[in-house]
């Protein structure tokens, strides 16, 4: 039998952590031996109202089955606050797990601007408050392991959700960010999208399709993505659920190039369209230089080539 992942000595952050996805990593890491902040403003699944009980009824089950764990009561958007709770309870941080969210979908012809605020607050302004305080910890101790939490509406988009799938899309830049300025310190951040019942889904999915979608499910890949065992895998991007795990990445096509000359018309591109959306020849880029030594390769071509 493979030895089991622990965390012991570690200290976890979990945002969102009194129900759905955030309960069940709390209480795996804390079984696993780690001391969980357990954070939960206790509002409904569209942000209204708060309650100190979501976190408390996890720190309870914490606590009683011999596990360590505090609670924090703060939104995500004063995640200085919730890192400063791991600091006073536990004296660190080692890990952060971005996974507060809520919902407020409506059809773009709809939207309001508190709509759209709501959602980027305690998605995008969220996550980036708690790393950004958790961050000189990890830099000084050259450890630091972050999970964000996307949503297959961010990466494909999703009707009546225009505010969410930006703030999720959002989470793919800052961890490929987080990523590339983390490694040189042990830092490593992925992001997940991950598909599970909740109180999320449960209005828009069948029952039976909720059945097969426990959030115990999604926990152990990121248990593995946190782990000190994983010193490699960073920046990755991964649709998980159902026992179901997969990795995603950017394809480009092999692209058209046109000489930057009064040949370069829209007519010419419409000519040429379908080398623009051919993917015969894919390309995988993963930072902004691809781009620049394509162009580069490029001019070393000569005119008839191009
Ligand atoms: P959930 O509603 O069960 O859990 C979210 C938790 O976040 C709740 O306990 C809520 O009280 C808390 N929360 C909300 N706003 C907060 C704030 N400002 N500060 C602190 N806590 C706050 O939903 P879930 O399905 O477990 O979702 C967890 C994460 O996964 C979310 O980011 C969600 O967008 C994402 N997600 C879930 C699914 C899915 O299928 N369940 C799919 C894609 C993405």
Known sequence: MAEQLRY??????????????????????????????????????????????????VVDEIRAAGGKAVANYDSVEFGDRIIDTAIKAFGRVDILLNNAGILRDVSFKNITDQDWDLINKVHVKGAYKCAR?????????????????????????????????SAKL?????????AKEGIKYNILANVIAPIAASRMTETVMPPDMLAHLRPDWVVPLVATLVHKSNTTETGGIFEVGAGHMAKLRWERSSGLLLKADDSYTPSAIIKNWSKVVDFSQPQYPSGPNDFLTLLEDSQKLGPSEQ
């Open 133 to 165: 305080a958790a961050w000189p910890h990890f830099r000084k101790q050259k450890y630091g392991r972050v999970i964000n939490t996307a949503s297959a509406a961010g990466l494909f988009g999703n009707f009546g959700q225009t505010n969410y799938s």
């Open 170 to 178: 959002a989470m793919v830049g800052f961890t490929e960010t987080l």
């Open 8 to 57: 012991d000595g570690q200290v976890v952050v979990v945002t969102g952590a009194g129900g759905g996805l955030g309960k069940v990593y709390a209480l795996f890491f804390a079984s696993r031996g780690a001391s969980v902040v357990v954070n939960d403003l206790g509002g409904s699944f569209k942000g209204e109202g708060n309650s100190a009980k979501a976190a408390d009824v």
